[in-house]
């Protein structure tokens, strides 16, 4: 080689050096050498944090799962997303640009990957969580502070001190310049919680954490009023209740229900009560026709309207919202999906959007000799502000061959029907005009939930834990009437 190619050779490599020099991460400390102090607690991780251009960065995982967080990876954008309770940060690999619920926001350093694993800058999203941060150079640690470890663990249990303190803060909140409300009580049921509050502002954020899979609501500038012993829950929906005072600055309340595995909810606020109705998402319950057992009782249900026919229509600003025919099926399928576990032989009418004339529907509940018709229906007015639930029957005695009349299965609906709407009760009310009342052999009633064309009840129709609840009521008088418990 002559000495010209070497010096060329030699040019390349030195410049080529630079750049690679450039390139490559200037990482100041040694492995294992950063310790992380959460609320004095020291997280531990299997890699260690780094420093990069002046700033701790960490691997994701060890702190943000810490913090009760919830961290996704989409390799094939370079993307890390993390989800803080309500707040929602998104990386991008050696990008300096965050985004923070949506607004954008420029870093004086990057996210990188380090032997697979994705390393975050501390300082920048703990603050932006609203947490302090430290560096402490002599022994190189990192101390972050939640604000929240002096009275409560993340989920909202209070220590001790927290509970000797209490009647301190109901004695001086008033001489803050914010307003406190009081939680007053709380009560549990089978599927919902009734929190209720000493005034009526009530103002509320919730959020979902997993293992186990947790409902977090928290209460705004509120005060924990009593000091009984939490409720304990008897429900196929949720498991366990905790109600804390999470934190004193800000002061917040804080409601944990530990879920089932595939329960929704339902969080809704009037006045000076929360309630939080829980229900299991069936939306594509399939209709199958059972295989008839003699030995068990028969119940037909018919989703009325259908097809051609719409019932009553829910219409706003002249557009139509919501039809009858829609809202009848979507019970009636929750109710024979209810029914279908019971040991009774449950048909339905139609399980699709079909039109039935009204002696097809009477001649299929005759030929397969029920025990009980139930044909589910919702109301409608002229006089839009009219509201509330009714159930029809015929008969106040049991017709030939049967022991039940419509009037007692009426009766029995429209008590667990009431309670579901919690709308006003018109009562049982008879009506032999109505065909299918008329001609049935059998003992059969109509419900009519709700008022279509009332804008209250509208929406309750529209609100699926309404709709769940609506369908239970349906199937409780049934299990009540025909024995079935």
Known sequence: MNK???????????????????????????????????DDKELKSDVSPVIYNDRVLVPARMIFEAMGAEIGWAAKERRVTIQNGKDTFIFHID???????????????RALLISDRTFIPLRFLVEKSGMKVEWVDKTRTVKIDSGKASSTDKEGNSSASDKNNADNDKNTSGSDKTEYNYLTSVKLDESSATVNFKTSSVKYEYFTLKSPTRLVIDIEDCIKGYTTKDPTPDSDYFTAFRCAQFSKEPMVTRLVFELDGDSAYQIDVEKN???????????????????????????????????????????????????????????????????????????????????????????????KKADLLVSVHNNASENTSTSGTMTMYAYNTAKTGYKLSGKTVAETIQKYLVKATKGKDYGPRQNSALYILRKSNMPAVITESLFVTNKS?????????????????????????????
Do not use: W
């Open 457 to 485: 009840d509208r929406a309750k129709l529209k609100n699926e834990t309404y709709i769940n609840n609506i369908a239970d009521a349906i199937y409780k008088g049934i299990c009540d009437v025909m024995d079935l418990d």
């Open 273 to 367: 009560m929360l309630t939080v109705e829980f229900f299991h998402e069936d939306e594509n319950v399939v209709y199958k026709e059972p295989k008839h057992n003699s030995k068990y009782k028969t119940v037909v249900i018919d989703a009325g309207h259908g097809g051609k026919d719409p019932g009553a229509v829910g219409t706003e600003n002249g557009v139509i919202v919501l039809k009858e025919k829609d809202v009848n099926l979507k019970i009636a399928l929750k109710v024979y999906a209810k029914l279908k576990n019971e040991k009774v032989n449950v048909y339905m009418t139609r399980s699709t959007d079909k039109f039935l004339e009204l002696s097809e529907i009477v001649d299929f509940a005759n030929k």
């Open 4 to 38: 010209k190619n070497i010096i060329a050779l030699l040019l390349v490599l030195f410049f080529l050096f630079n750049i690679v020099a450039l390139l490559i991460p200037v990482f100041i400390n040694a492995a294992g050498d950063i310790t992380v102090l959460y």
């Open 95 to 109: 990008s300096p640009v965050v985004f923070v619920n949506g607004t954008k926001h420029q870093l004086d350093t």
